[in-house]
């Protein structure tokens, strides 16, 4: 913080707090005039009276101290400053009727006009410029005009102690009293101002709003401002500065505007900026239809709107400029219009603007055509000039000669009067108490042939608040755009595509599952089947069909959900809180454990009791126990109802202790807290207390049953069914694990981890349903080529009341089997039956198959008829004969056995042939033992 040391008899050093919001070059000048002057005593002009006090004036006459004027509507700035002293020194009491109430004061102005051009070096080099002159001692200031202007000012002044009062300076900087002590200002602070643009915000229901300004004092004190009381009345403001002039910083910060998908903005500057700035709006779509643009008073929207193309013109139709109006319908303000109107003496204006122009200054249209009349300022400027009259004079009446700046100063913050601009009150930071603040809202709109015009349409008092019912907006209607677009939402859907692909390999799944169906049921009463067990293969084909479906409920999103607009503010599902868990996407995600769950331990546990029947039958033939070697399928139910009543005992209580639920889930927001990503998922709170135990009981029960696989794997069954389902066993467990591994390093995404998921099902099901009945078809091919070899048709069974052993031994018939003499011949649990029964060495145990009556009746018959070759030829004895002695090992028995029952069906086939099939058959079997 930069010191100035304080004159000779100051009391206390000056602090610069302001000092850094002024150039270099303004700094400079600031500590030349504070080491090198001290204030000058008052000197009396040639023919003044008594008392008089020199009143400075500074007024935007040129742009930068040459000759090139300002503005028109700043010509009226400059005459009503004139007038009012002239008011002042006459005791005028027509506009400030108050002023009759002094006409025993001694008080006169002697009025220094100063032109400070429009940028703060420009005052500054004018202020110097004043301390050369021996007629000019500052007693009193009236002005500067931009807030920029009046930092330097109102710094010297300070260090002066020289009553200062602004009548367009809003910068709520200067309400720094550390700072600039003697700073006052009719025109409200642009804090009070920032509270009326907030409460218009507010007041059309906006929740954002973007703010373009100047990076200068005026500018960013209005931008800091507003931010501030936008946010407590909820307002959230995108606020980005320019360098005036700079059209790269212009280009910035309208960017950023649009990046931010705003459409109501604020602009803050002056007339220099306002055509590039809006030329690049509309450039960059953020002009017209949809959007809202309101401007401050550093722009003479009216003046303007002709230096903008047509295009950028017409698309300003519906915005708005807010602006403090100084002049309010009241006596003081009839009264100063009609003295205005009334001047026409040019010369008494010009002759007090010092400077050699090529033109005057003041011209008789500036009293007499509304084009020079600017009511947001010239009332701010009269009540300027008689706030320092009045206090002068009230500090006088109190102190007589020994009234001090500092006096008038105080007097200044105690002043109450009515005046052109309203009730003039000042705070004790110099501020214009905003009570008396009166704001005005003027609207672009469209005359009857189309072309913009500007016209008020709102007005703000504190008291009454906004009154905008007659605003029309940029869609002509009388409807606020909204204050911003919502970026767009990344939901991170499952793609169309990906859901087409699962639902091909669902019913691909399904068909597949409903042929084998078909298939088996067709094939029911063959040998493959029947050894298979129908019941267990139809309980696998179940179970896999189960288990896919669940990618029917895995495909719901809450995509149905947010087209309907069934979201909150953000767009997204709210899922937290009370939420309704009987929505369709939830009742979905409940349905998926159930449905994987259960599924798969229907196909697991009919596999597994299959491996199991195998061992057992194993384990009891291994030990000679042949009566216990029927195991029927009450017997593998045990596991098959166990293992659903474990899964069903953990999905219930699941589903009701814990219930699944759709979530979305943000990744991603803006500045503005909007979603801009986001993704759905099915979560509950405690969901790995249920699906941890789930999943490890899979994952265990896969690892026992491929143990049980590997002990069994040399047991050989029939058509190799046990082979094959050690195989689905290994698929469906390399299946979980690595599906599971690459779930979790690839499965982040949604679509990524939804059409992993699918996969893993598919995969398990497919492959089980594959593994277990191509075999099976294909070997039921085989058998029918076969035998259409030989020209012998295949039947459903060859031998209704053949003993099986093995795979068959759940539907083979446990009835003794008798011959054609009646005599029960040996059974398949009778030691002494040819062929004994037993395993040993993980070798297959085939039993020997014995024709059935029709057969051997038959075959007697044949050979009853002399066709003795047949039943030669294969070396079948009659039935009932001794039981051959066993083979000294069981390896050898088993050979024997299993030869001899090929060789005996292929027998029983050749007799019900005659003569010519027997023959024909013998010829295929010469080569058997």
Known sequence: MSRIRARPGDAEPFTCQACNRVGRRTLGWLFVIAATRTHKPSVLVEGAKPHTLDLGLFMPVTEDLAFTFRKDPQR?????????????NRRDSSVVAALADYASCPIQFNNSFVDTGWKAENVVEQYIESYK?????????????????????????????IPQVSYWSTSP?????????????????????????????????????GIVHLSDAYGQAYAEALVTEAAVLGVSVTSKGFTSGSTEAIDIALSRMKDANLNVFILVCFDEDFVYVMTKAEELGLLGKGKLWIFTDGVDLSGMLSSLDDSVRAKLHGSARILASSCVGNTANEALVASWNSQTDMSFFNDQIPGDYAAPWIIPEVFTTDQYWDESVVCYVYDAVMSQGLAACNAWAALGDEATSAD????????????PSGTVVFEDNGNRDPVTGYYILQNVVLDESGEPYVEMRGTWALETGWNTAQITFSDGTNNPPPSITKPVHELNLVPVVYKYITFSLLIFSLVLGVGFSIWTFINRDTKIVRSSQPFFLYLIIFGCLVSSCAIVPMSYDDAQILSQGDDDEDGVDDDSGETDLNRSVDVACRAVPFLYGLGFVITFTSLFAKIQRVLRLFDNAAAGNYMRARVGIRDMMVYIVFGISIEAVICGAWAHFDPLHWERKVTHRNEFNFPTESYGHCVSEHAWYYMGPMLLLHVCALFYAVWLCYKTR????????????????????QIVCFGVLILYMLGSGPSVSYFIRCGIIFLNDVGVLLVIFVPKVYAQNLEADFLGKVGIAPEKSIETNAPVYGEEGLEADDNATRDNSGRTGPTRFNPAFKGAQGTQGGAKLTPLKLP??????????????GNSGGSSALGQGPPGAGAPPIPGSLQQLISSQKENSRVSQEASQASRLGGDGAGVLHGLLSDHP
Not at 83 to 88: E, G, K, M, S, T
Not at 141 to 157: F, K, M
Not at 194 to 207: E, G, I, K, P, R
């Open 714 to 733: 040399n047991i050989s069954t029939d058509f190799q069914e046990g082979k094959w389902i050690s195989i689905a066993m290994v698929s469906n467990l």
């Open 76 to 88: 009226s700035w400059s005459a009503m400053s004139l007038l009012a002293v002239d008011h002042f």
């Open 133 to 161: 002159r021996d007629d000019v001692n500052y007693d009193l200031i009236v002005g500067p005009a931009r807030s920029a202007c009046s930092v330097p000012v109102a710094t010297l002044a300070g260090i002066d102690k």
């Open 173 to 209: 900087s200067l309400e720094d009293k550390s700072a600039y002590p003697y700073f006052s200002r009719t025109i409200p602070s642009d804090s009070d101002m920032s509270y009326a643009v907030a409460q218009l915000m507010h007041n059309f229901d906006y929740d954002f709003m």
């Open 408 to 419: 008038r100063l105080q007097y200044l913050r105690d002043l109450t009067f009515l005046g």
């Open 852 to 865: 059935s009556r029709a057969s051997t009746r038959r075959e007697s018959n044949s050979n009853s008829s």
